[in-house]
Every structure is written in C-alpha cells, then in structure tokens.
T-cell receptor, first 111, second 115 residues
Framework: QQPVQSPQAVILREGEDAVINCSSS?????VHWYRQKHGEAPVFLMI?????EQKGHDKISASFNEKKQQSSLYLTASQLSYSGTYFC????????????FGSGTKLNVKP | DGGITQSPKYLFRKEGQNVTLSCEQN?????MYWYRQDPGQGLRLIYY???????QKGDIAEGYSVSREKKESFPLTVTSAQKNPTAFYLC??????????????FGPGTRLTVL
C-alpha cells in the first residue's frame, strides 16, 4: 500500500536540478509532498488532486499523472536550504484513512 | 503564535509500562493525527480524529490508544501490548479531515525509547 519513492538519495551541487518520483500500485485520489530536515517535523510543500487542482509552494513544482498513478516533484536551481528528506503521501480513493507516506528521498545539496 | 506542541521531547519507558504522549494544537483545526516514524522510514498512520469524541484506526493501531475529548488535544497512549514501541512519534493536524485538500501541520515529535 505504501507508495514507492525514487531515488532513495540524491547529492546535488547548488544550482543543479533534481526530480523525485512517487508511484503507487493503487489508484490515487491525491498526492501530498512534505520535506523533513533532520530531527525536525515534516513541512508541507504541495498537494496535487485528481483532476489537476494544485496547492502549494511557489518555487517547487510537481506533476500528477493519474493514469500512471505517479507524481514527480521538480526541484530547480537547488539551494542549500533544499537539503532534507522528501516524502510523498498518497490518498487511495477519497477516504483519508487510506493515506500512506513513502519511505522518503534524502536530498543533500552541497555548495 | 499558533502551532502544535508535543511533550515530552524525549521519553524513556521500561518494558511493560504504559506511557502517554501529549499533543496540543491552538490552530482551531478539526482533524488530528498520530504517526510513527522508524529510522530511515516513512510515516505510518496510527490513529486519526476528524472531530471531537470520534477517532479512527490507521494502519498500525495495535498496541496504541487515543482519546479526543477536546478539540485542542489528542493524547496517544503506548501500551505494553505494543511489542516494539521505540520510534519517533509525530502528531499532526489539519483544518478538516474530511477533505484531502488540506495540508497537515506537524508537531516537533516525541522520541520514545524502551529500555
């Protein structure tokens, strides 16, 4: 039930781009993206809903392919502050108690 | 300042003991959630509550119990029936639990260690 994220880890230089993928074997109603820095609470980035509606961050973009049951998070011109672990959370059907987080993608941006 | 507070930050428990983790929010949110995070893993839903006096089991509710007597508070009890309770516990809230369009706001977490 848990969505699968890839890659598991990414190392970037400042200014480089990255894509983080999230896929599910079940039909998705929505995808949430969060970032967690070490020892801290996750922070909201984006929500994408079935049908194309989005809500979220100005500088980070994401896509949601309902047919492929996949979402991708695009981090462009990465900054040092982008470092952390990125989690996708997926809602299977319109029923919140079927909400699962992926195992995370650890992003390390170096100067 | 509005937010979610969790206490304590670190908690040590002896085997066979029940412990209660506190979660309080002053965001006036209807929905509250408890997640468990193991090292290098994602978050797994333990319990959630969409409204006062109502709560639902998540994927890993066995060995845990909750109450929601007040809108602001959603304490989690880790009972002795939970076989491997050592983990990082995160509490979250959202404006409403009935729509998936609402982001979750997380507390700072409680790190529980069984001795």
């Amino acid at each position: 039930q848990q969505p699968v994220q890839s890659p598991q880890a990414v190392i970037l230089r400042e200014g480089e781009d990255a894509v983080i993928n999230c896929s599910s074997s079940k039909a998705l109603y929505s995808v949430h993206w969060y970032r967690q820095k070490h020892g801290e609470a996750p922070v909201f980035l984006m929500i994408l809903l079935k049908g194309g509606e989005q809500k979220g961050h100005d500088k980070i973009s994401a896509s949601f392919n309902e047919k492929k049951q996949q979402s991708s998070l695009y981090l462009t011109a990465s900054q040092l502050s982008y470092s952390g672990t990125y989690f996708c959370g997926t809602e299977i059907g319109n029923n919140f108690n079927k909400f699962y987080f992926g195992s995370g993608t650890k992003l390390n941006v170096k100067p | 300042d509005g937010g979610i507070t969790q206490s304590p930050k670190y908690l040590f428990r002896k085997e066979g003991q029940n412990v209660t983790l506190s979660c309080e929010q002053n965001l006036n949110h209807d929905a509250m959630y408890w997640y468990r995070q193991d090292p290098g893993q994602g978050l797994r839903l333990i319990y959630y509550s969409q409204i006062v006096n109502d709560f639902q089991k998540g994927d890993i509710a066995e060995g845990y119990s909750v109450s929601r007597e007040k809108k602001e508070s959603f304490p989690l009890t880790v009972t002795s029936a939970q076989k491997n309770p050592t983990a990082f516990y995160l509490c979250a809230s959202s404006i409403s639990g009935s729509r998936s369009y609402n982001e979750q706001f997380f507390g700072p977490g409680t790190r529980l260690t069984v001795l």
